[in-house]
């Protein structure tokens, strides 16, 4: 496997579900990161982790758990969302964070978690 | 406020003619911009991207020009292809920030 994979595709949950999206990449790079693209809006960042410490929370609701127990794995932990948390949920890995050199931060997206929240 | 505004949310081109996809920014602290590209299920792709000390940026039909002064960076497609039927998102980031600001997005269609 190459690149940035997440799982699963595509979820549909109730808002007393607990639910788990999963992000693996393979490009060795140090900094991952969850992007929110709601309808019609800009892709907002979510959370960003580097060198699997996170260094970035956006301001997003504590029912928005994220972990990443190494430098290849991000998991964002669900629960109790809400119907406006329906959304692609995007994760990313650039090779650096902030480094100073801005090529790092060209970001290697997955192909995306289509959540619904009913 | 958005920093990064991409006012056409579509554009319409023929096959074999220019496409022109325009981005604003704000904020003066901005130092790189990168394009990128969206199909339908699939994640954004890296296309193209311009520092602040250059101007314009070319990579084989894609070429990206920056105007500082304006505050504008512009995407150009020469010649447009089917294939190329997409969402393009801008975005830009700052030193020392290591995350990028994101347009809303242009999705481009090109006709037969």
């Known amino acids: 496997e190459t690149g940035v994979t997440q799982t699963p595709r595509h979820l549909v949950m109730g808002m007393t579900n607990k639910k788990s999206l999963k992000c693996e990449q393979h490009?060795?790079?140090?900094?991952m990161y969850w992007y929110k693209q709601s309808a019609k809006k800009p892709l907002e960042l979510m959370f960003v982790?580097?060198?699997?410490?996170?260094?970035e929370n956006n301001s997003v609701p504590s029912r928005f758990s994220p972990e990443c127990p190494n430098s290849s794995h991000l998991f964002l932990h669900l629960h109790t969302l809400q119907p406006e948390d329906s959304a692609l949920y995007l994760c990313?890995?650039?090779?650096?964070f902030g480094g100073g050199f801005a090529g790092a931060n060209v970001l290697t997206f997955g192909a995306g978690s289509r959540l619904t929240v009913l | 406020d958005q920093q990064v505004k991409q006012n056409s949310p579509s554009l319409s081109v023929q096959e074999g003619r220019i496409s022109i996809l325009n981005c604003d920014y704000t904020?003066?602290?901005?130092?790189?911009f990168l394009w990128y590209k969206k199909y339908p299920a699939e994640g954004p792709t890296f296309l193209i991207s311009?520092?602040?000390?250059?101007d314009k940026n070319e990579d084989g039909r894609f070429t990206v020009f920056l105007n500082k002064s304006a505050k504008h960076l512009s995407l150009h497609i020469v010649p447009s292809q089917p294939g190329d039927s997409a969402v393009y998102f801008c975005?830009?980031?700052?030193?020392?920030?290591?995350?990028?600001?994101f347009g809303k997005g242009t999705k481009l269609s090109v006709k037969p």
């Open positions: 490009l060795g790079h140090n900094a």
């Open positions: 904020n003066s602290m901005f130092d790189y």
């Open positions: 990313a890995s650039s090779q650096d």
């Open positions: 982790y580097n060198f699997k410490e996170q260094t």
């Open positions: 975005a830009a980031s700052a030193p020392s920030w290591g995350n990028l600001i």
């Open positions: 311009i520092s602040s000390i250059k």
